[in-house]
């Protein structure tokens, strides 16, 4: 049995979505959207919006970008006022029943439920269209979706018995959510955590009133695991990029035979850039001019260019560059230190964003591209451009990054939050740049396209609706 797939409805289902917002589930979602598009398939994508525009009282607002039909909710009008929202919004229950009967998708993809909340699947289920969903990041079992830990920036091993370890990390935190005069006191009393986290799972016990009067909020954090894995049994498959990324929800009781590992797809340089890109590494260039290096990403301190910008510091030659792209408004407090970091050193540059489709010309302005994440990370499309362009990286050991990189053949390895690392690396490529030009010449490229993946997704697809189908003749009988 095949399945016609031709105008075979798809909705994308993303937190934040272009032009306002360019990051990599975006970006992900966005060239998904296109190759669909391409292999004859009708896409929306639904997103949510944070217009505020004076007299903007609508629930939601629907435009194009680049071509793609766009719905976007309006969710500023609803502000979180408990944690709990961040994970399920029921007030969102009637627009996206609207929404799916008036789109009445074939195949609903999920590439992000931030900020939609579960409250989509709450609807979403009833409708009887298989549900996919890609794992960008670890929301579904954390909730900063970076598993790593408040203040100390440690990689986090999960959730723990109970929830222990995401109560304690989430009342650690200053946050809009909970103002909890007894872990202020658990936390005055100076304990090791590990004994702080024991008296937590005491707590734990205390009738649910006790708990939420001692610390507000207790149980929502508590519970969130527990009822985001039995919201998402209505989804047929994960896609998963890396292999650390299946472990990890492997471990967590996500069924092994849901999980699909499927190594992202990028656009790949075209002639032109290839030429301008292999020009980086001619000795005698090289010997002519300043080694570039630089950093592409968001600027939080998860993506580590503070750690960068102090390893770069340490060197104090000034035939060395260092160029930085990114957001300085995403976080005014991180972007203060960073600025306070470079001060007034010259050969460092904040040069913004950019748009995308220029990713393989910025690159070619790149002779060392320093990726140093603090945490896990899971394929971050910006490495995947710089493999595809071959240019050297010196990446953090963060797993999510590390099975696609092999310490000198496509760049560098050093520990995750390691400034001397960094330090040594930048150091060694400045003294040595025929390195660069070996690493170039014996690099093997990343070769998935955008169109290589979609088409993947798309036999999945395909897979879900013929056993749809059967199912619902099979029933009819």
């Known amino acids: 049995m095949t399945i016609d797939l031709k105008q075979k409805h798809v909705l994308l289902v993303v937190h934040q979505f272009f032009p306002k917002f360019r990051y990599g589930t975006e970006k992900y979602t966005l060239d998904l959207a296109h190759g669909l598009k391409e292999l004859s398939y009708q896409v929306t994508v639904l997103t949510m919006s944070d217009n505020q525009d004076a007299g903007n009282v609508a629930p939601y607002t629907s435009y194009q970008y680049e071509g793609i039909n766009v719905i976007a909710i309006n969710h500023v009008e609803q502000p979180l006022s408990r944690f709990g929202q961040s994970y399920t919004r029921s007030s969102f229950h009637h627009l996206y029943r609207e929404i799916l009967r008036e789109l009445k998708p074939d195949i609903i993809h999920c590439c992000h439920l931030l900020n939609h909340s579960l409250a989509f699947l709450d609807v979403a289920k009833f409708f ?3 549900i996919v969903k890609s794992l960008t990041d670890f929301w579904l079992i954390c909730w900063t979706g970076q598993l790593i830990t408040h203040g100390d920036n440690k990689n986090c091993s999960g959730p723990g018995k109970n929830s222990v370890n995401c109560v304690d990390d989430f009342f650690n935190r200053k946050n809009i959510y909970s103002n ?8 005055e009393l100076t304990f090791e955590t590990s004994f702080r986290k024991t008296l937590l799972q005491f707590v734990s016990l205390f009738p649910k009133n006790l708990r939420e009067h001692l610390m507000p909020g207790y149980d929502e954090i508590k519970f969130r695991n527990n009822l985001i894995k039995a919201h998402v049994e209505c ?3 994960f896609l998963v990029p890396t292999k650390f990324m299946a472990e990890r929800f492997t471990s967590e009781n996500y069924p092994s035979e849901k999980l699909i590992s499927l190594s992202f797809g990028i656009s ?10 292999a020009s980086r590494f001619e000795l005698s260039n090289l010997a002519e001019r300043s080694l570039r290096v630089g950093f592409i990403g968001q600027l939080m301190p ?9 390893a770069f510091k340490k060197i104090t030659a000034p035939q060395i560059s260092l160029v930085i792209y990114g957001d300085l408004a995403m976080s005014s407090s991180y972007s203060e230190l960073l600025k306070q970091l470079v001060a007034e050193d010259a050969r460092i540059s904040f040069a913004g964003t950019f748009n995308h489709d220029h990713i393989y010309q910025i690159l070619s302005e790149i002779d060392l591209l320093v990726i140093p994440s603090i945490w896990q990370e899971n394929s971050p499309l910006v490495l995947l451009n710089a493999l595809a362009s071959k240019t050297p990286v010196a990446i953090s050991n963060a797993k999510g990054m590390t099975e696609f990189v092999e310490e000198g053949r496509q760049g560098f390895i050093f520990e995750m939050g390691d400034i001397e690392g ?7 490529a400045l003294e040595n740049p025929e390195l660069l030009d070996q690493l170039a010449n014996s690099h093997p490229g990343y070769p998935i396209s955008k169109l290589e993946y979609t088409k993947s997704v798309a036999t999945i697809y395909e897979e879900l609706l013929i056993s749809h189908d059967e199912q619902d003749s099979a029933q009819s009988h």
Request: cysteine-free; aromatic content about 10%; proline content about 5%.
């Open 128 to 130: 009887g269209v298989p």
């Open 180 to 187: 909890s005069k007894f872990f202020k006191w658990l936390l």
């Open 235 to 237: 989804v047929q498959k």
């Open 268 to 277: 790949q340089p075209s002639d032109s850039e290839i030429k301008a890109l």
């Open 302 to 310: 998860h993506k580590g260019a503070d750690l960068l910008i102090r």
């Open 422 to 428: 960094i330090y040594k690396i930048l150091n060694s």
